[in-house]
């Protein structure tokens, strides 16, 4: 796989940085504000390899990352960025074989995310045309072994889940409280629930409603990215910085197997026949 082949997907680096996301075609060109030039020239050539355009500029081709395909990917709804992408395949524990309810799948950047970890995704999008998108970019980025394991249904969360003996629930909806519920009869016991939401007040009001449910080691983080500028002796935070984009929650369901509160040993209390001699 190290050459081009049509039909494969390339990312176009300029000299200032920009990326542009092309699906090479016999017969077909590229076209910028610089000119152009014919995707037979990377066609059979290596990753890496650079191009001009008929007015000089140059362009380097490499395969995209995830990263680089979900920001530029078709899409119709805002997607999740890659930053919390990466912090939910570690908060939902996301193994090979996993099985895993998505809703709210938008345009499928946390289902590819998922999927390329190996896990088998339900997916419940109540607009096809988002779901129909999500399948279209799952296919065309990971291929159809990939979305042989992507099941989307045209369902509304919020009335119910189908599924059993799931290993995690992961949403990215405006009203994930009304989902808890549901989980505690779809998730196994042990399951992760995580839940994406762009206010603190959503966040909080999912809080409540996990604290009343069979759930323990509720948590709620988010992620912020700040990039250097390192060039000779000039080393600083650069000006900018990718800060809030939203709040993910995660706890883990406990089914029937829950403790009760006075049974609950805090962590700045000693547990009996545990204390130093003396």
Same mark, same amino acid.
């Given at each position: 796989?190290?050459? @081009?082949?049509?039909?494969?997907? %390339?990312?176009?680096?300029?000299?200032?940085?920009?990326? /542009?996301?092309?699906?090479?075609?016999?017969?077909?060109?590229?076209?910028?504000?610089?000119?152009? @030039?014919?995707?037979?020239?990377?066609?059979?050539?290596?990753?890496? %390899? +650079?191009?001009?355009?008929?007015?000089?500029?140059? /362009?380097? =081709?490499?395969?995209?990352?995830? =990263?680089?395909? #979900?920001?530029?990917?078709?899409?119709?709804? &805002?997607?999740? /960025?890659?930053?919390?992408?990466? &912090?939910?395949?570690?908060?939902?524990?996301?193994?090979?074989?996993?099985?895993?309810?998505?809703?709210?799948?938008?345009?499928?950047?946390?289902?590819?995310?998922?999927?390329?970890?190996? =896990?088998? #995704? @339900?997916?419940? +999008? $109540?607009?096809?045309? @988002? =779901?129909?998108?999500?399948?279209?970019? $799952?296919?065309?980025?990971?291929?159809?072994?990939?979305?042989?394991?992507?099941?989307?249904?045209?369902?509304?969360? /919020?009335?119910?889940?189908?599924?059993?003996?799931?290993?995690?629930?992961?949403?990215?909806?405006? +009203? *994930?409280?009304? !989902?808890?519920?549901?989980? $505690?009869?779809?998730?196994?016991?042990?399951?992760?629930?995580?839940?994406?939401?762009?206010?603190?007040?959503?966040?909080?009001?999912?809080?409540? !409603?996990?604290?009343?449910?069979?759930?323990?080691?509720?948590?709620?983080?988010? %992620?912020?990215?700040?990039?250097?500028?390192?060039?000779?002796?000039? $080393?600083? *935070?650069?000006?900018?910085?990718?800060?809030?984009?939203?709040?993910?929650?995660?706890?883990?369901?406990?089914?029937?197997?829950?403790?009760?509160?006075?049974? !609950?040993?805090?962590?700045?209390? +000693?547990?009996?026949?545990?204390? *130093?001699?003396?």
């Amino acid at each position: 796989m190290s050459r @081009f082949e049509e039909g494969q997907r %390339v990312l176009l680096l300029d000299r200032k940085g920009r990326r /542009y996301l092309i699906t090479l075609a016999a017969g077909a060109a590229f076209h910028s504000h610089a000119g152009w @030039f014919a995707h037979e020239l990377l066609i059979g050539q290596e990753e890496g %390899v +650079e191009v001009r355009t008929t007015s000089g500029a140059a /362009y380097m =081709a490499v395969r995209p990352t995830l =990263a680089d395909f #979900v920001l530029k990917m078709p899409r119709g709804a &805002q997607v999740i /960025y890659p930053k919390d992408l990466g &912090q939910i395949l570690v908060l939902a524990d996301v193994f090979p074989g996993a099985r895993i309810l998505e809703a709210g799948v938008g345009s499928g950047a946390l289902s590819m995310t998922m999927l390329r970890a190996g =896990a088998e #995704v @339900f997916g419940y +999008e $109540v607009r096809a045309d @988002f =779901a129909a998108r999500a399948r279209d970019n $799952v296919r065309s980025f990971l291929g159809q072994e990939a979305a042989d394991r992507f099941h989307v249904a045209d369902k509304d969360v /919020y009335e119910g889940i189908a599924e059993t003996g799931l290993d995690r629930i992961v949403l990215d909806l405006p +009203e *994930p409280w009304r !989902v808890v519920g549901h989980a $505690v009869t779809a998730l196994r016991p042990g399951g992760l629930f995580v839940a994406y939401l762009p206010s603190i007040n959503q966040t909080a009001q999912l809080r409540e !409603v996990l604290d009343e449910a069979p759930f323990v080691q509720s948590e709620t983080v988010e %992620v912020l990215v700040r990039s250097w500028h390192i060039e000779g002796r000039s $080393v600083r *935070p650069d000006h900018r910085m990718v800060a809030h984009t939203g709040f993910l929650t995660h706890a883990r369901f406990i089914g029937g197997g829950a403790v009760a509160d006075d049974q !609950v040993v805090s962590g700045d209390q +000693e547990v009996a026949g545990d204390q *130093p001699a003396g």
